[in-house]
């Protein structure tokens, strides 16, 4: 009896001290009265944060009174900070605010994507760790720039000594921090080259342990062989594939999509580690150039220039244009919208068939190719283009292994009309997907958005609320937040996120951006 009883008072005694010790622990930063949703799917608990130097120090446990800051986040959600591995923000040193990201709540970003990137990698990353970013930047080493640094815009296969040359090149980018390889084979010259030729240079990121990201080789017309040949490439090398921003972008192909995650899943119980991203709208954003026939696009403006020039050559254009959209599902060009057009800015924002009245007083099918000749002897544009359906957009959001990227670069405030995904794109995901339409619940978004991306980029220690990982956090109210950026008016901020934090360190605070820049580079872990 005597015995027992003193045991007892040991065991009081010693969790009164565990008690006693936890609350003189204190924190720079105590988040309190949240519902956390941690990133792994796991369902919302209440709770509170301690952050310490830059890291979650305590999950759980924690009061106002130990913080030297603090956030009260009643009726909020605290998530990790979103991770968007598919963006094009490859000049983050020219801009580092990256304020459309950071008003998303994105904290950590991936360029190099679609093959094109940097190719002096180190010095990119010394220029962006030199600006101070706000936001965690990695990024990839893209085919198309070690291609045309080699080959140029050569429409042929590699000599033994430039494949030799490409390699050395994604050699040298992996080893100066470069977390994968990554391809854009719709695009020049990209598109030029062959399955083998992919899977010669994604071996040497492989061999680094590097993720192949890939913009496939077809999005539409025959996107379910371009989702067996990237599947190809991670079952070649046992790499880990990212398919990036996965879409039926042609109405005759409306519903591939279930063909395609099917493909997906039965590469996965083959043992390939094989996922996707997309984002949360039925339109793409990319280049005019990629609506013409790519031998055109072979070799130099010049060259390009005199081929539109010619008539006969020109003729010939038309027709495999037209031929071209007609597999695709369209009778014109009137479901592009110019984006940025510097040549004349007074076409951002018209539809192609708008452009060729504006430019001939005629809107045919014929008048818009010919309007997209003058554009693109002009300087080129960039695109809006609304080619998918939303229960495509729905089917591939449901699927567990997609996850949500937003395909965006760093948004000049107020220049031109481009995709509102820029501004807009995870918190859509959670306004309209997850409270409006109900696709899919709220933990599976942020999942979607944090850890699925992070491990699968190996961003070590992002992607998770758990004591140790990095403090890169996002508050939010799940009852009002949403996209405000539409496709007519697209520079416009999100609402309902009230707080990011980034590295520990406030970068929105009452919905307002800060300036603060406590990105971080990330390279490869080794």
């Known amino acids: 009896m005597h015995v027992r009883l003193r045991c007892a008072t040991l065991v009081a005694v010693a969790v009164c001290a565990a008690v006693v010790s936890a609350q003189r622990e204190t924190f720079d930063l105590v988040i309190v009265n949240a519902r956390i949703v941690d990133g792994t799917g796991a369902p919302a608990r209440a709770g509170s944060l301690g952050i310490r130097k830059g890291l979650i120090a305590r999950v759980g446990g924690v009061t106002a009174a130990q913080g030297t800051r603090v956030i009260d986040a009643r009726g909020e959600i605290v998530a990790p900070g979103f991770v968007d591995v598919h963006t094009h923000a490859d000049d983050l040193a020219e801009r580092p605010d990256a304020a459309n990201f950071i008003r998303m709540g994105v904290t950590t970003i991936v360029a190099g994507n679609c093959g094109s990137s940097a190719l002096a990698l180190a010095e990119a990353l010394q ?58 084979l719709q695009y020049i010259p990209g598109t030029y080259s062959t399955a083998h030729e992919v899977i010669e240079l994604a071996r040497v990121a492989s061999n680094d342990g590097g993720v192949y990201a890939t913009h496939m080789r077809n999005e539409g017309t025959a996107v379910l ?45 083959q043992g390939v580690d094989v996922e996707a991203d997309q984002y949360a709208y039925t339109a793409g954003s990319s280049s005019l150039s990629i609506r013409f026939p790519t031998w055109v696009l072979e070799g130099t403006n010049v060259d390009v220039a005199a081929r539109l020039n010619d008539s006969d050559t020109w003729t010939r254009i038309k027709r495999e244009m037209m031929q071209l959209l007609a597999e695709r599902g369209f009778a014109d060009l009137s479901w592009a919208t110019v984006a940025t057009y510097r040549a004349n800015e007074t076409y951002n924002g018209l539809t192609m068939k708008a452009v060729a009245q504006a430019m001939f007083g005629r809107d045919g099918a014929d008048d818009q190719l010919e309007s997209a000749r003058v554009v693109m002897l002009n300087g080129g544009a960039s695109m809006v283009y609304h080619f998918m359906t939303e229960d495509d957009v729905e089917r591939i959001m449901r699927h567990p292994m997609v996850g949500i990227a937003s395909d965006a670069g760093v948004v000049p405030f107020g220049s031109g009309v481009p995709h509102p995904r820029g501004m807009g794109n995870t918190v859509r995901v959670l306004g309209r997907y997850v409270r409006e339409r109900k696709v899919i619940s709220l933990e599976e978004a942020v999942r979607k958005m944090t850890s699925l991306p992070a491990r699968q980029f190996r961003l070590t220690g992002r992607g998770e609320i758990r004591a140790g990982a990095a403090a890169d956090l996002v508050i939010f109210d799940p009852t009002r937040v949403a996209d405000l950026a539409t496709f007519a008016a697209p520079h416009a901020s999100p609402v309902g996120i009230s707080h990011v934090i980034v590295n520990g360190v406030p970068a929105v605070r009452g919905g307002e951006a800060l300036g603060t820049r406590s990105g971080q580079v990330l390279r490869r872990s080794s």
């Open 225 to 269: 062989d371009a989702v067996r040949e990237s599947i190809h490439v991670g079952s070649m090398l046992r790499m880990p594939v990212q398919i990036s921003h996965l879409k039926v972008d042609s109405p005759s192909r409306w519903g591939s999509s279930t063909a395609a995650l099917a493909l997906i899943d039965d590469a996965r119980e």
């Open 127 to 184: 220029a962006i760790t030199d600006a101070g970013p706000a936001v965690n930047y990695a990024t990839l080493i893209g085919h198309n720039t070690v291609r045309s640094a080699v080959m140029g815009r050569a429409q042929r296969a590699p000599t033994v000594v430039e494949m030799q040359r490409m390699k050395s090149l994604v050699f040298k980018g992996m080893a100066e921090g470069a977390v994968g390889f990554s391809t854009g």
